[in-house]
């Protein structure tokens, strides 16, 4: 396992309040850097990137999302019991002409490979979507050197997100590509591609996507259909979907949200899906007892009135990580 970037981990984003009363710990208070020897618990890995965004044509600034997640997580109440680590950040650093994306990817698969054997459950933090195919090659690269010989393990991915993020790569991969990279990928190595995208937007995907999604036997749900009347039903198909699957890796585009809740994104969502519906069907993948990633992607704090976008961000992650 490569632990040789721990030294670099800067742990200035975790300040915050501190109250007198007992029990009253915040993440700030807890959360400790990532140390080579630390018993299994939820781990942080930034993915400081935008190189996907710029290549999607999207609003720069990406790259900043890792740091504006923490320092909206460093205040929130603590409740959880197991430990929780900051384990630093992967930065895209541009090298000539080349903007450093592939070689960033790289690196954060084998980030995320090097935390899952060592018994963590890794939270990345991107960064644009691009995050997707670096944090699935991670958990690929992780199930591949335990797996029986021969065996293909099914690994489920649940994408809270109003793009199905499916575009044909071509020669460029962008943060609107990473889920046709995956299932190429799947094709590849002869491993089933199990997809669940939730909160897509008809409007801002074309009918080709909506066509591959279909090929792809893509469980789709868009955004007028997630509603409080429709929440158990979804609900319902989600978990039948997680059933099929051995291991599942959460994503989420905050862009998924209406653009009042989560207006610092890449590409702001004119419906969405807030995020009192989004909880419990976030809630149903974490109580599986099969999660074994999690990233969000897409916070833009340039653009991120009032901090709203990273404070759902925030929310999401204790949210996710809370324990039963």
Same mark, same amino acid.
């Given at each position: 396992?490569?632990?040789?970037?721990? $030294?670099?981990?800067?742990?200035?984003?975790? /300040?915050?309040?501190?109250?007198? *009363?007992?029990?009253?710990?915040?993440?700030?208070?807890?959360?400790?850097?990532?140390?080579?020897?630390?018993?299994?618990?939820?781990?942080?890995?930034?993915?400081?990137?935008?190189?996907?965004?710029?290549?999607?044509?999207?609003?720069?600034?990406?790259?900043?999302?890792?740091?504006?997640?923490?320092?909206?997580?460093?205040?929130?109440?603590?409740?959880?019991?197991?430990?929780?680590?900051?384990?630093?950040?992967?930065?895209?650093?541009?090298?000539?002409?080349?903007?450093?994306?592939?070689?960033?990817?790289?690196?954060?698969?084998?980030?995320?490979?090097?935390?899952?054997?060592?018994?963590?459950?890794?939270?990345?933090?991107?960064?644009?979507?691009?995050?997707?195919?670096?944090?699935?090659?991670?958990?690929?690269?992780?199930?591949?050197?335990?797996?029986?010989?021969?065996?293909?393990?099914?690994?489920?991915?649940?994408?809270?997100?109003?793009?199905?993020?499916?575009?044909?790569?071509?020669?460029?991969?962008?943060?609107?590509?990473?889920?046709?990279?995956?299932?190429?990928?799947?094709?590849?190595?002869?491993?089933?591609?199990?997809? /669940?995208?939730?909160?897509?937007?008809?409007?801002?995907?074309?009918?080709?996507?909506?066509?591959?999604?279909? *090929?792809?036997?893509?469980?789709?749900?868009? $955004?007028?259909?997630?509603? /409080?009347?429709?929440?158990?039903?979804?609900?319902?198909?989600?978990?039948?979907?997680?059933?099929?699957?051995?291991?599942?890796?959460?994503?989420?585009?905050?862009?998924?949200?209406?653009?009042?809740?989560?207006?610092?994104?890449?590409?702001?969502?004119?419906?969405?899906?807030?995020?009192?519906?989004?909880?419990?069907?976030?809630?149903?993948?974490?109580?599986?007892?099969?999660?074994?990633?999690?990233?969000?992607?897409?916070?833009?704090?340039?653009?991120?009135?009032?901090?709203?976008?990273?404070?759902? /961000?925030?929310?999401?992650?204790?949210?996710?990580?809370?324990?039963?």
């Amino acid at each position: 396992m490569n632990f040789s970037y721990l $030294d670099t981990i800067d742990m200035s984003p975790w /300040a915050g309040r501190e109250d007198p *009363e007992a029990d009253s710990l915040r993440w700030h208070q807890v959360i400790e850097p990532l140390q080579v020897n630390a018993a299994p618990g939820v781990a942080l890995v930034g993915f400081a990137c935008d190189a996907g965004v710029a290549r999607n044509q999207g609003r720069i600034g990406a790259a900043g999302g890792p740091r504006a997640m923490r320092k909206a997580l460093a205040s929130l109440a603590w409740h959880r019991r197991s430990p929780t680590f900051d384990a630093g950040d992967v930065i895209c650093r541009p090298h000539g002409a080349d903007d450093g994306l592939e070689a960033a990817q790289s690196r954060l698969a084998g980030r995320v490979a090097a935390l899952l054997d060592a018994g963590h459950l890794p939270v990345v933090l991107g960064g644009g979507h691009e995050v997707a195919y670096g944090s699935w090659s991670g958990l690929a690269r992780h199930l591949e050197s335990t797996a029986v010989s021969g065996e293909a393990p099914t690994i489920g991915i649940v994408n809270f997100d109003a793009h199905f993020d499916l575009r044909d790569p071509g020669r460029r991969s962008s943060s609107g590509t990473p889920f046709a990279q995956i299932a190429a990928e799947c094709e590849r190595r002869g491993w089933p591609f199990r997809y /669940a995208c939730l909160g897509v937007s008809r409007a801002n995907n074309t009918q080709t996507l909506f066509e591959r999604a279909a *090929e792809l036997g893509v469980l789709v749900r868009e $955004d007028h259909e997630i509603n /409080a009347a429709s929440l158990d039903a979804i609900g319902g198909e989600l978990d039948d979907f997680i059933a099929g699957c051995d291991r599942v890796y959460l994503t989420i585009d905050l862009d998924v949200l209406p653009a009042s809740e989560a207006p610092g994104v890449s590409a702001p969502a004119t419906h969405g899906v807030s995020l009192v519906l989004l909880e419990p069907l976030i809630g149903r993948v974490r109580d599986s007892r099969k999660l074994a990633l999690i990233d969000l992607a897409e916070l833009n704090p340039s653009f991120d009135i009032d901090g709203r976008t990273a404070k759902a /961000a925030a929310r999401l992650i204790h949210h996710v990580t809370l324990e039963s």
